[in-house]
């Protein structure tokens, strides 16, 4: 039977660290806020006045990937990336990286689904790969959202949170009959509170996507977010997925030897891992260096966790689990080889 084995993993960060001392010179803030109220220390940002793209990330870390994979682009038989910060309103991603490859053929797709972008691509090339229609898939999450963000003091409480990055895994279908690859995910979506957590322009419902009487700091230029609506669902809905897919595999919470949960906020992570009654080394952060990469989040926890060795070992089980803008969520498990 067809399995979907994670090969490989990279990421990629601008090298621009911004700490939140920096943040206190734009707007009314400071460090201790910051990090009681998200658990953040500093993120990356694209450097001020250069061009890059979400794109952009992603072919980097794409390349690390591929190479520890050992594979070539040429190898790849379709690409899914994940982003909600395209580099131009369309084409998507998937085909500017594919070229930033050197690819002129390969199928490419772009998923919306926020943060729980890598959720939706991981089950996405699983369903492929056991269709037939795909062998060897390349999975992106990719952001850059320091250069849409309101850098004053109305815009702390987003923009205090999010960082550019971008990560990727290679996963290879094998026949197998072993107990191992994506085991079980659960996918769930409520546009109900889609204006819990958007960015409103452009925006193509409307006569003119962007007005013209619609000044350059206009509000709905930036991301906006009722910030207790998304830890109220978080910390209520994360247990009941994440509970969802493990009676889906038929396994239990102690199955699990490390949860990665997508990186919005460590007081979110510490309520499920309470809620849980997990000990703190069965959940891994890293929002505390990285802010809120949206889709390429559970990628590049992932990426750090095996780097470490908290996971990736043969027979190792881990549960990603995230909520975001959509409102999306969901949860997988994944069982290494």
């Known amino acids: 039977m067809k399995k979907s084995i994670i090969k490989s993993s990279g990421m990629s960060v601008p090298p621009y660290v911004v700490t939140n001392h920096d943040l206190e010179k734009m707007m009314d803030t400071s460090d201790e806020w910051i990090k009681q109220r998200t658990g953040i220390e500093q993120r990356y940002w ?9 794109s952009d990330l992603g ?4 390349k690390i990937a591929l190479e520890k994979a050992g594979w070539t682009p040429q190898d790849i038989d379709l690409i899914i990336f994940a982003t909600l910060s395209p580099d131009i309103f ?6 500017l990286m594919a070229a930033k490859l050197g690819l002129n053929s390969t199928p490419a797709l772009d998923i919306r689904q926020q943060c729980t972008g890598f959720l939706y691509g991981l089950t996405t090339a699983d369903a492929y790969i056991k269709a037939g229609y795909a062998n060897r898939v390349l999975v992106v999450g990719g952001e850059i959202h320091s250069t849409g963000l309101d850098k004053t003091t109305r815009g702390r409480d987003v923009t205090v949170i999010f960082g550019d990055g971008a990560a990727a895994v290679c996963i290879e279908g094998i026949d197998t009959d072993e107990p191992c690859g994506l085991l079980a995910s659960s996918l769930h979506a409520d546009g109900n509170f889609a ?4 960015l409103e322009l452009p ?12 000044p350059g700091d ?18 209520r809905m994360l247990p009941q997925v994440i509970n969802e897919s493990l009676e889906k595999a038929g396994m239990g919470l102690d199955e699990i030897g490390l949860i990665i949960p997508h990186q919005a906020n460590m007081r979110i992570n510490q309520a499920l891992g309470q809620f849980l009654k997990l ?9 505390q260096k990285y802010g809120n990469t949206t889709a390429a989040s559970i990628p590049i926890a992932l990426h750090e966790a095996m780097e470490q060795g908290r996971t990736g070992k043969s027979k190792d089980v881990v549960m990603f689990a995230g909520l975001g ?6 949860s997988a498990i994944y069982k290494f080889l």
Not at 59 to 62: D, F, G, L, M, T
Not at 223 to 232: H, S, W
């Open 46 to 54: 694209v450097e001020p006045d250069t061009e890059c793209g979400a």
């Open 59 to 62: 072919a980097q870390a794409s």
């Open 90 to 95: 369309f084409p998507g991603c998937g085909c």
């Open 195 to 198: 204006d819990a957590l958007m």
């Open 203 to 214: 925006a193509s419902r409307l006569p003119v996507r962007v007005p013209m009487d619609v």
């Open 218 to 235: 206009d509000p709905r230029n930036y991301p906006v977010m009722d910030g207790a609506t998304i830890f109220k669902k978080a910390v």
């Open 279 to 287: 000990p703190d080394d069965k959940i891994f952060h890293n929002i």
């Open 325 to 330: 803008a959509g409102l999306t969520w969901g």
